[in-house]
C-alpha cells in the first residue's frame, strides 16, 4: 500500500497567515492527488485534485503543488472559515490511501 | 443537484452485522464510481473500497477483505455497504462518496454513525 505521510499534524496559525501542508507519498504517484478540508461533525470537502486543479467553487487562496512523492497546499492568506483538519488521498492506486490529517488552529 | 444521502444511525453487538446505503441523484448513477470511507472518533480518514455501480465490480482495501460487501440497485441509484463480524473498533461513522476518475470523491454523504457496543 501506499504510505502518505502529511507535516506538520498540527499547526497554529493567524487570520491573515500564509500556510503550507505537506504530503509525502511512499512511492511515485504522478499527480493523482487530492486534497479536502473537514470541519467538525460535518463530511470532507474536495479542494484540488490531479494535484493542482481547484476544485469548482474553493477560493483562489488555496492552491496546490508537486507531482511525484511531494506535494503541497497552500493556503494565501488564511480566513476565519479555513481553520479545519485537511486531509490528502492518493488516487494512483489501490487502496486509495488517506494522509494522517493536519489540524489548523487559530493561533 | 447532486445528493447523497444516507441511511440512519445505527447501533449494533459486537458479531453482529450492518447494512448502510447511500441514495443518489441530480446525476447518472452509473458514470461514476462510489466509494465508501470511514472515521473513527477522533481519527482520520480510511478507505474502505470502491464500487463501480455500472457494472457491480468492487475493490476493497485489505484489511476489510472478507468482512464487506458493497453493492449496488441500479432502479433505484442506491449503493450499500455492509460490514459485518462488527467489534468496537468498527465504531465510526461511515461515508459514500461519488468519486470522478483521478479527481477524488467531489460529493459526499453526510455519514452515518455506526455503534458497536455490547
Known amino acids: 500500500d501506499i504510505q502518505l505521510t502529511q507535516s506538520p499534524s498540527f499547526l497554529s496559525a493567524s487570520v491573515r497567515d500564509r500556510v503550507t501542508i505537506t504530503c509525502r507519498a511512499s512511492?511515485?504517484?504522478?499527480?493523482?492527488l487530492a486534497w479536502y478540508q473537514q470541519k467538525p461533525g460535518k463530511a470532507p470537502k474536495l479542494l484540488i485534485y490531479?494535484?493542482?486543479t481547484l476544485q469548482s467553487g474553493v477560493p483562489s487562496r488555496f492552491s496546490g503543488s508537486g507531482s511525484g512523492t511531494e506535494f503541497t497546499l497552500t493556503i494565501s492568506s488564511l480566513q476565519p472559515e479555513d481553520f479545519a483538519t485537511y486531509y490528502c488521498?492518493?488516487?494512483?492506486?489501490?487502496?486509495?490511501?488517506f494522509g494522517q490529517g493536519t489540524k489548523l488552529e487559530i493561533k | 443537484q447532486v445528493q447523497l444521502v444516507q441511511s440512519g444511525p445505527e447501533v449494533k453487538k459486537p458479531g453482529a452485522s450492518v447494512k448502510v446505503s447511500c441514495k443518489a441523484s441530480?446525476?447518472?448513477?452509473?458514470?461514476?464510481?462510489i466509494h465508501w470511507v470511514r472515521q473513527a472518533p477522533g481519527q482520520g480518514l480510511e478507505w474502505m473500497g470502491i464500487?463501480?455501480?455500472?457494472?457491480?465490480?468492487?475493490t476493497y482495501a485489505q484489511k476489510f477483505q472478507g468482512r464487506v460487501t458493497m453493492t449496488r440497485d441500479t432502479s433505484t441509484s442506491t449503493v450499500y455497504m455492509e460490514l459485518s463480524s462488527l467489534r468496537s473498533e468498527d465504531t465510526a461513522v461511515y461515508y459514500c462518496?461519488?468519486?470522478?476518475?483521478?479527481?477524488?470523491?467531489?460529493?459526499w454523504g453526510q455519514g452515518t454513525l455506526v455503534t458497536v457496543s455490547s
Open positions: 490531479a494535484a493542482s
Open positions: 464500487i463501480n455501480p455500472s457494472g457491480g465490480s468492487t
Open positions: 512511492q511515485d504517484i504522478s499527480s493523482y
Open positions: 488521498q492518493q488516487l494512483n492506486s489501490f487502496p486509495y490511501t
Open positions: 441530480g446525476y447518472t448513477f452509473t458514470n461514476y464510481y
Open positions: 462518496a461519488r468519486v470522478a476518475s483521478i479527481v477524488g470523491g467531489d460529493y
